[in-house]
């Protein structure tokens, strides 16, 4: 099952600003272990026609972006 979440939502959740969230798609992210750049998947759009994104990715930016050296924000990780 795929679950989708809003940039807002993820903003909330992770406690960063929804411009964030919305980098992480449209720029996205460099991968610790590959070196490749990353992109949250855009899975469709809610009532309201805001964007939905892949929970997973979203996880997996959050986690990658706060472990990487130039973060300023190390403080919560999630595993």
């Known amino acids: 099952m795929t ?3 809003t940039a807002r939502q993820a903003a909330g959740q992770f406690l960063v600003a ?3 969230v919305i980098t992480w798609h449209t720029r996205g992210w ?3 272990h590959t ?3 990353r992109k949250v998947e855009l899975v469709g759009y ?3 026609g805001a964007r939905l994104y ?3 990715d979203l996880l997996a930016a959050e986690r990658d972006t706060r472990r ?3 973060s300023r924000r190390k403080a919560w990780c999630p595993q």
């Open 3 to 5: 679950i989708g979440i």
């Open 18 to 20: 929804p411009s964030t």
């Open 35 to 37: 070196g490749k750049t």
């Open 54 to 56: 892949l929970w997973d």
């Open 46 to 48: 809610d009532s309201d």
């Open 30 to 32: 460099k991968d610790p």
């Open 68 to 70: 990487s050296h130039r």
